[in-house]
């Protein structure tokens, strides 16, 4: 079954501290994985997209990472600012047009 | 730039009522979407278009209809709503297939039926 799984649920960190989420999947065939943020009351926006030769992404502080042969991504964020609280959500592609949603992780960020 | 638009933003209905939630994107793309986002979930795709006149199921599509006349325009009907259907609704749209294609939400559709 096509699954994607996210840790932790949630998360607290304080502002300027770095933290990783983590994405899990069993997608097959893999075409492409995404991370997405989404503030509260808003859709989502992408962040990044890697494909299966790809393993490391960058956009601004957010650094994605991806292992296809153990099937694990990681989203990396610098620097934490208090804007960066919000749901990050990974999404899975399966050639055939198949997209897989994790639940997301909620980040927060303290003063 | 608008994106994807979707309107209403909130919306209460009783059970039994139908509705439409309209979703409109400029950005000429072909592929169009809806899901439900529930508490603890991952999104669900409900129905998708291709293009103009082309529309399918996904994996949630029962109480759901769509059509697909204009490239911009994706309309959800509720046709006779149900508590189960209290959920965020969100219109997606990307240009082409997934391989490498960017997909844009839109801001989202609060839906409660009481």
């Known amino acids: 079954k096509n699954q994607v799984e996210q840790s932790p649920q949630s998360l607290i960190i304080l502002e300027g501290k770095n933290c990783t989420l983590q994405?899990?999947?069993?997608?097959?065939?893999?075409?492409?994985l995404r991370w997405y943020k989404q503030d509260t009351g808003r859709g989502p926006v992408s962040l990044t997209i890697?494909?299966?030769?790809?393993n490391t992404k960058s956009n601004g502080r957010y650094t994605a990472t991806l292992d296809a042969d153990t099937k694990q991504s990681s989203l990396h964020i610098t620097a934490s600012q208090l804007s960066d609280s919000a749901s990050y959500i990974c999404v899975v592609s399966a050639y055939g047009n198949k997209l897989v949603f994790g639940a997301g992780t909620i980040l927060r960020v303290k003063s | 730039n608008a994106g994807v638009t979707q309107t209403p933003k909130f919306q209460v209905l009783k059970t039994g009522q139908s509705m439409t939630l309209q979703c409109a994107q400029d950005m000429n793309h072909e592929y169009m979407s809806w899901y439900r986002q529930d508490p603890g979930m991952g999104l669900r795709l409900i129905h998708y278009?291709?293009?103009?006149?082309?529309?399918d199921q996904g994996e949630v599509p029962n109480g759901y209809n769509v059509s697909r006349s204009t490239t911009e325009d994706f309309p959800l009907r509720l046709l006779s709503a149900a508590p189960s259907q209290t959920s965020v609704y969100f219109c997606?749209?990307?240009?082409?297939?997934?391989?490498?294609?960017?997909?844009?939400f839109g801001e989202g559709s609060w839906l409660t039926v009481v």
């Open positions: 997606a749209s990307r240009r082409g297939p997934l391989e490498g294609n960017t997909i844009y």
């Open positions: 278009s291709v293009g103009a006149g082309i529309t």
């Open positions: 890697m494909t299966f030769s790809e």
């Open positions: 994405c899990n999947y069993t997608v097959s065939p893999f075409s492409n």
